[in-house]
């Protein structure tokens, strides 16, 4: 079965679920690969001096030197836990779309009611 077939033959609620996850692998990938997500400022007079945080490290805008530092490891619960629930997030999204491709591509799993639990509470958890 190729690809263009497999997906023509997926009810409309899995194209809708595959094109979802395939858009939330996208974000997915770039989240947990980006050095920042958000700015603040560090000085607030100097509006040219910002620093930039995401869920690995945080880095300044300085030339030539960016003076990135390292965020895992901090003492901080909080962080500790949300760079926790982004990894569980990652892994989860990830399950979520093999399984929903081993059930839009392999006849036998299609019919497999554990697949498709499986699939469910992955997309649910994420």
């Known amino acids: 079965m190729g690809v263009i077939q497999g997906f023509k033959s997926?009810?409309?609620?899995?194209?809708i679920?595959?094109?979802?996850?395939l858009v939330a692998e996208l974000f997915n990938w770039?989240?947990?690969?980006?050095?920042?997500?958000?700015?603040?400022d560090t000085i607030i007079a100097n509006d040219k001096n910002k620093a930039?945080?995401?869920v690995w490290r945080k880095c300044g805008n300085q030339e030539p030197d960016a003076n990135?530092?390292?965020?895992?490891?901090?003492?901080?619960?909080?962080?500790?836990?949300f760079q926790a629930f982004a990894i569980i997030a990652f892994?989860?999204?990830n399950l979520s779309l093999c399984l929903m491709i081993l059930l839009m591509y392999i006849p036998q799993c299609?019919?497999?009611?554990?697949?498709?639990?499986?699939?469910?509470?992955?997309?649910?958890v994420t």
């Open 68 to 81: 990135c530092e390292e965020i895992d490891g901090w003492r901080l619960p909080w962080y500790g836990a």
């Open 110 to 124: 299609s019919r497999n009611k554990d697949i498709v639990v499986c699939c469910t509470a992955s997309c649910f």
């Open 10 to 15: 997926t009810d409309l609620i899995g194209r």
């Open 30 to 40: 770039l989240s947990m690969c980006m050095s920042d997500w958000g700015l603040y």
């Open 17 to 21: 679920v595959f094109i979802l996850l």
């Open 91 to 93: 892994l989860a999204t």
């Open 52 to 54: 930039g945080f995401g």
